[in-house]
């Protein structure tokens, strides 16, 4: 039988390289390509059919929700499994509505990607007991995880501008124009009921998400 082929995105070499050992336990694994290039990814996939893509949510250049729909235009039957060091119960529910096939925490011990990619490869999801209890006691809490008003760009955007980034650089970095930044900003801060950006970085440290 055909080996698996996979593809490891995450910004880090180090966090590629690792996973990469990890996988290569298991012999009906191939890893087909290690990137942080979104644009690398997308090339691959228009040449060949991939089985499986492990991606950091949080990618240079763009987000792991945006690129999660490319792949999904190029490849319907792609599992895409999220990676995450940022808040667990935050992003997972996002990852699910999104449509990925399951989530692991880079805070986790790293053989719980090993154990996704065999499950999201045997043709089930993979998120963990835990995270879902998270989410479900977290889910009347408003204001809170699913309740949260922001979309996923909007969450984007909002990390860049919690670590300092101008309209300007964010708009380079997800290659979207600076009138569409300053209105995501503005829906941002309406939905959100901030008027600062002092109180959007305790937003965002409130949720993990820094």
Same mark, same amino acid.
């Given at each position: 039988?055909?080996?698996?082929?996979?593809?490891?995105?995450?910004?880090?070499?180090?966090?590629?390289? /690792? %996973?990469?050992?990890?996988?290569?336990?298991? +012999? @009906?694994?191939?890893?087909?390509?290690? $990137? @942080?290039?979104?644009?690398?990814?997308? $090339?691959?996939?228009?040449?060949?059919?991939?089985?499986?893509?492990?991606? @950091?949510?949080?990618?240079?250049?763009?987000?792991?929700?945006?690129?999660?729909?490319?792949?999904?235009?190029?490849?319907?039957?792609?599992?895409?499994?999220?990676?995450?060091?940022? $808040?667990?119960?935050?992003?997972?529910?996002?990852?699910?509505?999104?449509?990925?096939?399951?989530?692991?925490? +880079?805070? +986790?011990?790293?053989?719980?990607?090993?154990?996704?990619?065999?499950?999201?490869?045997?043709?089930? $999801?993979?998120?963990?007991?835990?995270?879902?209890?998270? %989410?479900? /006691?977290?889910?009347?809490?408003?204001?809170?995880?699913?309740?949260?008003?922001?979309?996923?760009?909007?969450?984007?955007?909002?990390?860049?501008?919690?670590?300092?980034?101008?309209?300007?650089?964010?708009?380079?970095?997800?290659?979207?124009?600076?009138?569409?930044?300053?209105?995501?900003?503005?829906?941002?801060?309406?939905?959100?009921?901030?008027?600062?950006?002092?109180?959007? %970085?305790?937003?965002?440290?409130?949720?993990?998400?820094?």
């Amino acid at each position: 039988m055909k080996p698996a082929s996979v593809i490891i995105m995450d910004e880090h070499p180090i966090v590629r390289m /690792s %996973i990469e050992v990890l996988l290569q336990q298991n +012999k @009906d694994i191939t890893v087909t390509l290690k $990137s @942080d290039d979104s644009r690398e990814v997308l $090339s691959c996939l228009r040449r060949q059919a991939v089985d499986l893509i492990i991606l @950091d949510i949080e990618l240079p250049g763009t987000d792991g929700f945006t690129l999660l729909k490319r792949i999904r235009s190029l490849q319907k039957q792609t599992k895409v499994l999220f990676l995450s060091s940022k $808040s667990e119960g935050f992003y997972a529910i996002r990852a699910m509505r999104a449509g990925a096939n399951g989530f692991v925490s +880079k805070r +986790k011990d790293q053989h719980d990607i090993y154990n996704a990619v065999e499950m999201l490869l045997a043709g089930y $999801s993979f998120f963990p007991s835990d995270t879902l209890n998270f %989410i479900n /006691s977290h889910r009347s809490r408003r204001g809170e995880l699913n309740e949260t008003p922001l979309s996923d760009r909007e969450v984007t955007v909002l990390r860049y501008l919690a670590h300092g980034l101008s309209n300007k650089e964010i708009a380079g970095q997800l290659l979207l124009s600076n009138k569409t930044i300053s209105a995501h900003k503005a829906n941002i801060f309406a939905k959100l009921g901030i008027h600062s950006i002092v109180e959007l %970085i305790d937003y965002a440290k409130s949720h993990e998400l820094l």
